[in-house]
Antibody, heavy 122, light 108 residues
C-alpha cells in the first residue's frame, strides 16, 4: 500500500526556516517524481514545486512564489522527500501536501499524503 | 503559466440532480492533461478524472469528464450525498503545474 506521511510542520516566526519531511512506503521511491502542494486556510490548492527521479535527471522546479526561498530534495536510500523553507512569511501559512507522481518524469500525480500544517506567525 | 478559471464558484443542488462544473484554461492544455479532484473538509484531495476524461480506479460512473484544448467539464449525473464538497481542476501538461480556484458543490 502506498503511503505518504508528512511531518515537520508547526508554528514558526516570520523570517525563520523550517524543513518538512515526507516519509514514504509501499513503492520504489527512487523511481518517482515527487512534489509539494500547499493550501492556505480556506483557500485553494497551490503547486509549490517538484523533484524528478534521478534517472529522469533529478531536476527541480518551483512556483514563482517560492523560487529562491524553498528547496526540494530527496534521499532515495531512506525513501524521504524534503521541503526546506527559508525566509518564511505569513503568506506561507498553509497545509503542505506531499504528492507522488506516476513516474520519474511524469507530471500526473496519483497519491497524496494527509498534509502537515505550517503556521507562520509572530 | 496556464491560468485555470472554474465556474460557477458555488453550485447549490439537491441529491439526484445533475451537476455541471466548468474549467477554462488561459491557453491550450498540452495533451489534454487535465485532472479533476474532490476535496472534503480536513482531507487531502482525491483524484477523480485524469486525461480530461479517464476515471480514476473505482470511481462511480456517475462522474464523467469531457473537453479538450481550453474548455473542460466535470459532470456528475445524479448527485449522491457523499458528492458534496469542493472540486478542483488541475493541468499537468506543462510546468508550472496549476490548479483552478475550485467549485463548491453544496446541498440545496
Amino acid at each position: 500500500e502506498v503511503q505518504l506521511v508528512e511531518s515537520g510542520g508547526g508554528l514558526i516566526q516570520p523570517g525563520r526556516s523550517l524543513r518538512l519531511s515526507c516519509m514514504t512506503s509501499g513503492f520504489t521511491f527512487g523511481d518517482y517524481l515527487m512534489s509539494w502542494v500547499r493550501q492556505a486556510p480556506g483557500k485553494g490548492l497551490e503547486w509549490v514545486g517538484f523533484i524528478k527521479s534521478k534517472t529522469s535527471g533529478g531536476t527541480t522546479k518551483y512556483a514563482a512564489s517560492v523560487e529562491g526561498r524553498f528547496t526540494i530534495s530527496r534521499d532515495d536510500s531512506k525513501s524521504i522527500a524534503y521541503l526546506q523553507m527559508n525566509s518564511l512569511t505569513i503568506e506561507d501559512t498553509a497545509v503542505y501536501y506531499c504528492v507522488r507522481h506516476t513516474c520519474g518524469g511524469c507530471y500526473m500525480n496519483d497519491y497524496w499524503g494527509q498534509g502537515t500544517l505550517v503556521t507562520v506567525s509572530s | 503559466e496556464i491560468v485555470l478559471t472554474q465556474s460557477p464558484g458555488t453550485l447549490s443542488l439537491s441529491p439526484g440532480e445533475r451537476a455541471t462544473l466548468s474549467c477554462r484554461a488561459s491557453q491550450s492544455v498540452a495533451n489534454n492533461y487535465l485532472a479533476w479532484y474532490q476535496q472534503k473538509p480536513g482531507q487531502a484531495p482525491r483524484l477523480l478524472i485524469h486525461g480530461a476524461s479517464r476515471r480514476a480506479t473505482g470511481l462511480p460512473d456517475r462522474f464523467s469528464g469531457s473537453g479538450l484544448g481550453t474548455d473542460f467539464t466535470l459532470t456528475i449525473s445524479r448527485l449522491e450525498p457523499e458528492d458534496f464538497g469542493i472540486y478542483y481542476c488541475h493541468q499537468y501538461g506543462s510546468s508550472p503545474l496549476t490548479f483552478g480556484g475550485g467549485t463548491r458543490v453544496e446541498i440545496k
